[in-house]
């Protein structure tokens, strides 16, 4: 008989990036408080879907559903005997983390949208979302990519700190959204016409920070697929780092394409979703380094290594 906690991590993944998007449109929608109360909406769970209560109220039925998921996957952890007790633990405490989660959703409801709880909101989400790829790469997606790799530590460094980067990253991103500083800088590459604007300006500052720190996360990214190349030239990790050096040229351009077009929903919501899946990139990267890195045969880093 097959597990099938591995299969519900994985199904989980998805869910959360389909659940990220959605919350990026209910946001670029101004629907965030078409539902004014929760965890109903207006005083009913099945409220009628149009306008903004359709995303809104599609948003928080999405959520339950994640919650009910990833519930079912903890429950099949400790009830398989074979699973690792860290993988049961850790299933539990996302458990946990949607709860917290779930209730700064509905604070953001509650007081009405303020920047730092809505923020918060979004950074759980996030949070969730690395942990879920773990799991899902550790029980599943790692199974058959366990190649030994002269020099997986150097990669698995850069991985860990590239997802590092583009958490933190993601989070500033959300203040930039829910602080409406997301036109602070009208134009791109420059920002109000200089490359350092005036930063007196606490918005323009904030949607400065995030353009550099967004810098700092490519080159992060950029430096541990080299690794991973280096790392293991034929192997699932070298593709990872292939692919995450793809997703952000993306996400640059996702980036531009927001500001000129005045924060339109599409190219908006996308630029959340696709950092999300940068996230699960790099942390199945960093899973995969890890598995290399405690072969033998990588236990010595290759001559020459950056």
């Given at each position: 008989?097959?597990?099938?906690?591995?299969?519900?991590?994985?199904?989980?993944?998805?869910?959360?990036?389909?659940?990220?998007?959605?919350?990026?449109?209910?946001?670029?929608?101004?629907?965030?408080?078409?539902?004014?109360?929760?965890p109903?909406?207006?005083?009913?769970?099945?409220?009628?879907?149009?306008?903004?209560?359709?995303?809104?109220h599609?948003?928080?039925?999405?959520?339950g559903?994640?919650?009910?998921?990833?519930?079912?996957?903890?429950?099949?952890?400790?009830?398989?005997?074979?699973?690792?007790?860290?993988?049961?633990?850790?299933?539990?405490?996302?458990?946990?983390?949607?709860?917290?989660?779930?209730?700064?959703?509905?604070?953001?409801?509650?007081?009405?949208?303020?920047?730092?709880?809505?923020?918060?909101?979004?950074?759980?989400?996030?949070?969730?979302?690395?942990?879920a790829?773990?799991?899902?790469?550790t029980?599943?997606?790692?199974?058959?990519?366990?190649?030994?790799?002269?020099?997986?530590?150097?990669a698995?460094?850069?991985a860990?700190?590239?997802?590092?980067?583009?958490?933190?990253?993601?989070?500033?991103?959300?203040?930039?959204?829910?602080?409406?500083?997301?036109?602070?800088?009208?134009?791109?590459?420059?920002c109000?016409?200089?490359?350092?604007?005036?930063?007196?300006?606490?918005?323009?500052?904030?949607?400065?920070?995030?353009?550099?720190?967004?810098?700092?996360?490519?080159?992060t990214?950029?430096?541990?697929?080299?690794?991973?190349?280096?790392?293991?030239?034929?192997?699932?990790?070298?593709?990872?780092?292939?692919?995450?050096?793809?997703?952000?040229?993306?996400q640059?351009?996702?980036g531009?394409?927001?500001?000129?077009?005045?924060?339109?929903?599409?190219?908006?919501?996308?630029?959340?979703?696709?950092?999300?899946?940068?996230?699960?990139?790099?942390?199945?990267?960093?899973?995969?380094?890890?598995?290399?890195?405690?072969?033998?045969?990588?236990?010595?880093?290759?001559?020459?290594a950056?």
């Open positions: 008989m097959s597990l099938q906690h591995p299969r519900a991590f994985t199904i989980a993944v998805v869910w959360t990036l389909g659940l990220l998007y959605l919350g990026s449109v209910v946001h670029a929608t101004e629907s965030s408080l078409a539902c004014p109360d929760w109903t909406c207006f005083g009913t769970m099945v409220p009628e879907m149009t306008g903004g209560v359709f995303w809104e599609l948003h928080r039925l999405v959520a559903g994640l919650l009910l998921l990833w519930g079912l996957g903890t429950w099949f952890a400790f009830r398989e005997p074979t699973v690792r007790p860290w993988i049961a633990r850790a299933s539990l405490a996302g458990v946990g983390l949607l709860l917290v989660q779930s209730v700064f959703g509905g604070l953001t409801v509650i007081f009405g949208l303020p920047d730092l709880i809505s923020t918060t909101h979004l950074g759980l989400a996030f949070a969730f979302l690395i942990l790829t773990v799991l899902a790469s029980t599943s997606w790692s199974e058959t990519s366990t190649t030994p790799a002269p020099g997986a530590r150097g698995r460094a850069w860990v700190g590239a997802t590092a980067t583009v958490f933190v990253q993601s989070i500033i991103g959300g203040l930039v959204r829910h602080a409406d500083a997301g036109m602070a800088c009208p134009d791109v590459p420059l109000l016409g200089q490359v350092v604007p005036p930063l007196e300006v606490g918005l323009v500052a904030l949607h400065f920070a995030h353009r550099v720190l967004g810098l700092v996360a490519a080159v990214v950029v430096v541990f697929a080299v690794r991973a190349r280096n790392a293991a030239p034929d192997s699932s990790l070298r593709s990872i780092g292939t692919a995450a050096v793809i997703v952000v040229v993306l640059v351009g996702l531009f394409l927001s500001v000129l077009t005045g924060l339109a929903v599409v190219p908006v919501s996308l630029h959340t979703l696709v950092a999300a899946s940068l996230l699960v990139l790099l942390t199945h990267g960093a899973v995969l380094a890890h598995v290399a890195a405690r072969s033998p045969a990588s236990t010595q880093e290759p001559a020459g950056l």
